[in-house]
């Protein structure tokens, strides 16, 4: 049977808290080892037939994929979180800021208590940019 994916579908609350599950494990994670994540990190108390109807969606949406091993079943992520922040990122810029960037740097740090050492270190990374 042929995948389907529809990667241009933005991701649920859920769908990213379960992601984020997986990316915070950093490695393949097992149904059950999710499950009790999304338990007590995340207090979302869902019972495994739901966690698979999501890991499904997520898988039709490009982002993961599930296999087994033995009687267990696992969860690889097939997109990097940096991939999917930054491209919240652009479409957050683009939706609220009309694309500009200075201006979405702007109401961060307006909005935000930004330290002396991370302002010296967001001023490295642009001049490395600019470089």
Known sequence: MEEIYDEDRPLSTCE???????WDKGEDISIPELSETLRTRYGKDYKRTTIVTFILNLTAKGFARQYRVGRYAYVHATK????????????????WFHGDAAKMVTALCSCEKISKEEIRAIRRILDDLGD
């Open 80 to 95: 990097s979180e940096e991939e999917y922040m930054q491209k919240l990122l652009r479409e957050q810029m683009d939706f």
């Open 16 to 22: 990213a808290i379960i992601m984020k599950a997986i």
